[in-house]
């Protein structure tokens, strides 16, 4: 069930993203879009290091950094989402119900600062993440709280070639987080290291924007329901 779109203001108002609730599986899910625009891009390429500030986030361990432009997008609707959260879980009472992130590309990194940023707010729900494609978004201190804290609960999907994962390179001081999940092709998909950077999978993938990136599990990235 839908519960709400959530949007950027001016000039990212091209952020968005929505919360659902899954009564079945008692789960809210807060889901991020790709990159959809020149300014969408732009935060992409902002490409510094710096310290995780944001709504709620206040015990991180020193020296984690993240993305500067992906920060900027996620900060945009922060305050939004966890309005959206609190209100399910503090008016209207839900009980039992664990928190779900997820995105693609930009969505996807977006989708790895509100899985930590979530758990910080909400530190007694289950946390999960499931990206698809996604840059790389902190440092090496980043990487290593993230998989310290969600371990097997997180899974980073990258499809074959998909040269979007490795487009910020190591060198710029950046480190993906576990676990990955490199579907090498249609019949086999390698679970790797879970300390995120595993040289038998997808890490020596280059290209940048490709088909590889544009598909996952069957479905094209720009295909509505996915926007």
Known sequence: MLIAEVWGVPPLQNVHGYVARDDEKKELIVAMRGSGSVVDILLDTAVAL??????????????????????????????????ILKEQFYIYEIKGYSLVAAGHSLGGSLASLAT???????????????TYGAPRTGNKEFADYFNATFGENACRVVHSSDGVCTIIPRSFGYHHHGVEYWQQDEENTVKCSGEGEDPRCSCKNTGGVNTAHMEYFGIIATTPFCL
């Open 50 to 83: 710096v310290p995780f500030i944001s709504p709620g986030v206040t015990h991180l361990p020193s020296g984690v950094c993240v993305h500067s432009g992906f920060l900027i997008a996620w900060n945009a609707v922060a305050l939004q989402i966890l309005a």
């Open 116 to 130: 930590v940023a979530l758990k910080e707010n909400f530190p007694e729900h289950t946390m999960r993440c499931y």
